[in-house]
C-alpha cells in the first residue's frame, strides 16, 4: 500500500496530540494516511502494552488511518544508529510516503528528540539505493525518500515553519486523542497521576492549538517545523480563502 502520508512517532498518542488533526483533514480528502509507532510505550507509568494497543487500534479507526503498525522498538532505549535506522527504512520502503510527519527535533521527553532524529536521518538514508533492504518476502526493496519530513509541535513551544488549520475536524482529534482512557484523566482511576492525566492536560493540548489557530487567523491549528523550508512557485499559492 502507498501512503500519502506517513506520520511516524516514538509512542502511541503522540500522533494523536501532535498532528491528529492533520491527519484526519488529509484522510478526509481521499488520501491514505497511516502512522508508524516506534515502541509500545511500556514504560508508560498507567495501562499495559496490550491496553494501550487497544487504544491505539481504536484512535486509528477515529482518524480514518489506512494503516497502523508497531515496530517494537525499546521504549526509552531506541537509539538513532544503524540498527534502528535500517528497521525504519523498511517501512519508509514499504509505504512510500510522499510526506512523513515526525517526532519533535528537541521536546521534554528523551524519546521524542531522539525519534525525531531517527526519523529524519533515516527518510534521507531510504533515498540511498546503496542501502539495501529487504521486505517480508526476501525481495530487495527501491529506494524511496518522502519529499517533506515535518516535526510536530509536542510539548515544548517551537515557532512553527508551518500551520495547518484543523479548525474543522478538532473535535474528532480530541475524540482520537480520548481514545487512551488509560492515560489521560480518569476521575474514577486508582493508577498512579502522571504528568498527562492531570485534569489541565488535555484543556493545555486545546489551549495551544487555539493559540497555533490564532496565528493564521483560524480556531484550532497544529504547526510543524521543517528542515528544508517549502517553496512556492508564486505567492498566490499562499492565498486561499480559508485565511483571507
Known amino acids: 500500500m502507498k501512503l500519502h502520508i506517513?506520520?511516524?512517532?516514538?509512542?502511541?498518542?503522540?500522533?494523536?496530540?501532535?498532528?491528529?488533526g492533520t491527519l484526519i483533514r488529509h484522510a478526509r480528502k481521499g488520501q491514505?494516511?497511516?502512522?508508524?509507532?516506534?515502541?509500545?510505550?511500556?514504560?508508560?507509568?498507567?495501562?499495559?502494552?496490550?491496553?494501550?494497543?487497544?487504544?491505539?487500534?481504536?484512535?486509528?479507526?477515529?482518524?480514518?488511518?489506512?494503516?497502523?503498525?508497531?515496530?517494537?522498538?525499546?521504549?526509552?532505549?531506541?537509539?538513532?544508529?544503524?540498527?534502528?535506522?535500517?528497521?525504519?527504512i523498511r517501512y519508509i520502503r514499504e509505504y512510500r510516503p510522499e510526506i512523513v510527519l515526525a517526532n519533535a527535533l528537541a521536546d521534554r521527553h528523551p524519546d521524542h528528540g531522539r525519534a525525531g532524529r531517527l526519523i529524519a536521518d533515516s527518510c534521507f538514508l531510504a533515498g540511498l539505493r546503496q542501502v539495501k533492504t529487504q521486505d517480508d518476502d526476501g525481495q530487495e526493496q527501491e529506494a524511496w525518500r518522502p519529499k517533506r519530513v515535518f516535526h510536530m509541535i509536542q510539548d515544548r513551544v517551537h515557532t512553527p515553519d508551518i500551520i495547518v488549520d484543523i479548525s474543522e475536524v478538532f473535535s474528532t482529534k480530541m475524540e482520537a486523542i480520548r481514545c487512551y482512557r488509560s492515560q489521560f484523566?480518569?476521575?474514577g482511576s486508582a493508577e498512579p497521576v502522571t504528568y498527562i492525566s492531570t485534569p489541565d492536560f488535555l484543556r493545555q493540548i486545546e489551549y495551544r492549538d487555539m493559540l497555533t489557530g490564532k496565528q493564521i487567523g483560524v480556531d484550532y491549528a497544529e504547526g510543524f517545523v521543517c528542515e528544508n523550508i517549502?517553496?512556492?512557485?508564486?505567492?498566490?499559492?499562499?492565498?486561499?480563502p480559508a485565511l483571507s
Open 185 to 187: 484523566h480518569d476521575p
Open 32 to 88: 491514505a494516511t497511516g502512522i508508524l509507532d516506534l515502541t509500545e510505550g511500556e514504560l508508560g507509568t498507567r495501562g499495559t502494552p496490550a491496553l494501550r494497543r487497544a487504544e491505539a487500534a481504536d484512535a486509528a479507526a477515529v482518524m480514518g488511518a489506512a494503516v497502523r503498525e508497531n515496530a517494537r522498538m525499546a521504549d526509552g532505549f531506541f537509539r538513532n544508529d544503524e540498527e534502528h535506522q535500517r528497521r525504519l
Open 6 to 20: 506517513l506520520a511516524i512517532a516514538a509512542h502511541p498518542d503522540d500522533v494523536e496530540l501532535g498532528c491528529a
Open 230 to 240: 517549502p517553496g512556492v512557485r508564486d505567492l498566490d499559492q499562499l492565498v486561499y
